[in-house]
């Protein structure tokens, strides 16, 4: 008897999908958890948040990512189970026992995710991985009733392959590690609809070498080419997408427009709908979690445009109408200039705190060893034909290139009016030309000192 029996559904069902074609679902339980409203409030909340300012085709949804991570989680399960099936106890190949518990851990994976996830998170203190758990072993979710449909504990299963607890590593793996189908999936759907071309690497050839082994996941070595050019795409995504400036700089926006909407809220001087008044009451219930998306957040924003405290209202509009902040990259040395700009933007008519920040995008494009952390001893390894195992950087010159290394910028946020080159006189010009003084070609840089003559001898 399988370890996890499923009862199929009499007709597969089959979802278009733009980056893979077809998105199959033959298990009662897949299908009865995309239809659970915990999953379809998914389609309510964008993959990238304020990024779909910046390239404006990036409105696609958790929803499609979260299926789109499960269709290729079942077709590595299929290639597992046509080429390397379990002949015997802990011999290191794959037991397709296991697929049911990986698909749902993969279609579930980022069920906790709330709007603006990243943002949401550091100013009011949540987790997406906890509370995706939560949803899951919460016997109140038609998620977790869906679930036992399966077995009594196997929500709590599902929950433990997201945490990373479960004890089979392929199992994990396969969805959390450097080279998973969370992370190929994103990278090939955010390209798709952000119009790049940067995240597009060979995926069928991928799948065509990943094979599993005893601690987890690997690939022949055959096909190390193909997992260079997704390392290297992912880089390029990281670099070109996921850190532009003017996607930070919404973010930045974001982040000050709630955290005023709190200090306001707190008060007792806002308008606001039930399910975030309890955030910024710091009193708030999964189900309330679970009311919130990109709508009911956007709803709120519109109100707060006609708040009548003038910054709320201003940073309401800066963020729906799409004005955001100018930067200018910073390093250790010009980080000392920035109280003096800050000065100089207040004298401007900006309060410092909620139109000024530093923003660091930093990121490792890979790692063959990390002790620590999301993706904590995940290096990626070759397979050789006699079976042993090496990893990736040492074969490959050019991620050995990127192995361990930072790829970004900090960078300081202010109203982009401080740059403004007006012809009519304006009362603050000459304020704003103090400020440029230290702008030079997108860099924050200190004022050149003239060089002293030198006295004759």
Same mark, same amino acid.
């Given at each position: 008897?399988?370890?996890?029996?499923?009862?199929?559904?009499?007709?597969?069902?089959?979802?278009?999908?733009?980056?893979?074609?077809?998105?199959?679902?033959?298990?009662?339980?897949?299908?009865?958890?995309?239809?659970?409203?915990?999953?379809?409030?998914?389609?309510?909340?964008?993959?990238?948040?304020?990024?779909?300012?910046?390239?404006?085709?990036?409105?696609?949804?958790?929803?499609?990512?979260?299926?789109?991570?499960?269709?290729?989680?079942?077709?590595?399960?299929?290639?597992?189970?046509?080429?390397?099936?379990?002949?015997?106890?802990?011999?290191?190949?794959?037991?397709?026992?296991?697929?049911?518990?990986?698909?749902?851990?993969?279609?579930?994976?980022?069920?906790?995710?709330?709007?603006?996830?990243?943002?949401?998170?550091?100013?009011?203190?949540?987790?997406?991985?906890?509370?995706?758990?939560?949803?899951?072993?919460?016997?109140?979710?038609?998620?977790?009733?869906?679930? %036992?449909? *399966?077995?009594?504990?196997?929500?709590? @299963? +599902?929950?433990?392959?997201? !945490? /990373?607890?479960?004890?089979?590593?392929?199992?994990?793996?396969?969805?959390?590690?450097?080279?998973?189908?969370?992370?190929?999936?994103?990278?090939?759907?955010?390209?798709?609809?952000?119009?790049?071309?940067?995240?597009?690497?060979?995926?069928?050839?991928?799948?065509?070498?990943?094979?599993?082994?005893?601690?987890?996941?690997?690939?022949?070595?055959?096909?190390?080419?193909?997992?260079?050019?997704?390392?290297?795409?992912?880089?390029?995504?990281?670099?070109?997408?996921?850190?532009?400036?003017?996607?930070?700089?919404?973010?930045?926006?974001?982040?000050?427009?709630?955290?005023?909407? %709190?200090? *306001?809220?707190?008060?007792?001087?806002? @308008? +606001?709908?039930?399910?975030? !008044? /309890?955030?910024?009451?710091?009193?708030?219930?999964?189900?309330?979690?679970?009311?919130?998306?990109?709508?009911?957040?956007?709803?709120?924003?519109?109100?707060?445009?006609?708040?009548?405290?003038?910054?709320?209202?201003?940073?309401?509009?800066?963020?729906?109408?799409?004005?955001?902040?100018?930067?200018?990259?910073?390093?250790?040395?010009?980080?000392?200039?920035?109280?003096?700009?800050?000065?100089?933007?207040?004298?401007?008519?900006?309060?410092?705190?909620?139109?000024?920040?530093?923003?660091?995008?930093?990121?490792?494009?890979?790692?063959?060893?990390?002790?620590?952390?999301?993706?904590?001893?995940?290096?990626?390894?070759?397979?050789?034909?006699?079976?042993?195992?090496?990893?990736?950087?040492?074969?490959?010159?050019?991620?050995?290139?990127?192995?361990?290394?930072?790829?970004?910028?900090?960078?300081?946020?202010?109203?982009?009016?401080?740059?403004?080159?007006?012809?009519?006189?304006?009362?603050?010009?000459?304020?704003?030309?103090?400020?440029?003084?230290?702008?030079?070609?997108?860099?924050?840089?200190?004022?050149?000192?003239?060089?002293?003559?030198?006295?004759?001898?």
């Amino acid at each position: 008897m399988p370890r996890f029996p499923s009862e199929k559904l009499k007709n597969e069902v089959v979802l278009r999908d733009p980056v893979h074609e077809y998105i199959h679902i033959e298990d009662k339980v897949i299908f009865d958890i995309l239809k659970a409203k915990e999953f379809q409030r998914m389609r309510r909340i964008k993959q990238l948040g304020p990024i779909s300012y910046v390239f404006p085709g990036a409105t696609h949804t958790r929803f499609e990512h979260n299926s789109g991570v499960y269709e290729l989680t079942r077709r590595i399960c299929n290639i597992f189970a046509r080429k390397y099936p379990s002949m015997a106890p802990n011999d290191g190949l794959w037991d397709d026992n296991n697929r049911l518990l990986v698909e749902c851990a993969g279609l579930l994976h980022d069920i906790g995710h709330g709007p603006y996830s990243h943002t949401f998170e550091h100013l009011f203190g949540t987790n997406h991985e906890k509370i995706g758990q939560k949803i899951i072993t919460d016997p109140n979710t038609e998620i977790n009733h869906a679930l %036992k449909q *399966v077995s009594s504990n196997f929500p709590d @299963q +599902v929950a433990s392959v997201i !945490a /990373k607890t479960y004890p089979n590593a392929q199992v994990v793996k396969m969805i959390s590690s450097q080279a998973d189908a969370d992370r190929m999936d994103y990278l090939q759907r955010d390209a798709y609809f952000t119009g790049v071309s940067y995240g597009q690497f060979d995926l069928s050839r991928i799948l065509r070498v990943i094979r599993p082994y005893s601690d987890g996941i690997c690939f022949t070595n055959n096909g190390m080419h193909a997992v260079e050019d997704y390392i290297v795409s992912r880089y390029q995504m990281y670099q070109q997408v996921y850190f532009h400036r003017v996607g930070r700089s919404m973010e930045v926006l974001l982040h000050h427009l709630l955290q005023r909407a %709190k200090d *306001v809220y707190q008060k007792g001087n806002l @308008q +606001v709908t039930p399910s975030l !008044a /309890k955030f910024l009451e710091g009193n708030w219930t999964l189900a309330d979690y679970l009311n919130l998306d990109d709508g009911v957040m956007e709803t709120n924003f519109s109100m707060w445009t006609k708040a009548n405290d003038p910054i709320l209202s201003d940073l309401s509009k800066r963020y729906l109408y799409r004005k955001p902040l100018a930067s200018v990259k910073i390093n250790k040395e010009t980080k000392n200039l920035l109280p003096k700009l800050k000065t100089l933007i207040n004298q401007a008519g900006f309060d410092p705190e909620y139109y000024t920040d530093t923003n660091s995008a930093f990121d490792e494009p890979y790692d063959a060893y990390k002790p620590t952390g999301k993706n904590a001893n995940s290096q990626i390894e070759i397979m050789q034909d006699d079976g042993t195992l090496i990893e990736l950087s040492e074969l490959s010159p050019l991620v050995r290139a990127l192995n361990g290394t930072f790829q970004g910028d900090e960078r300081f946020f202010f109203p982009k009016i401080m740059l403004s080159q007006n012809d009519e006189p304006q009362i603050f010009d000459p304020l704003y030309q103090q400020f440029q003084k230290y702008v030079r070609n997108g860099e924050l840089r200190y004022l050149r000192r003239p060089n002293k003559k030198k006295k004759d001898n």
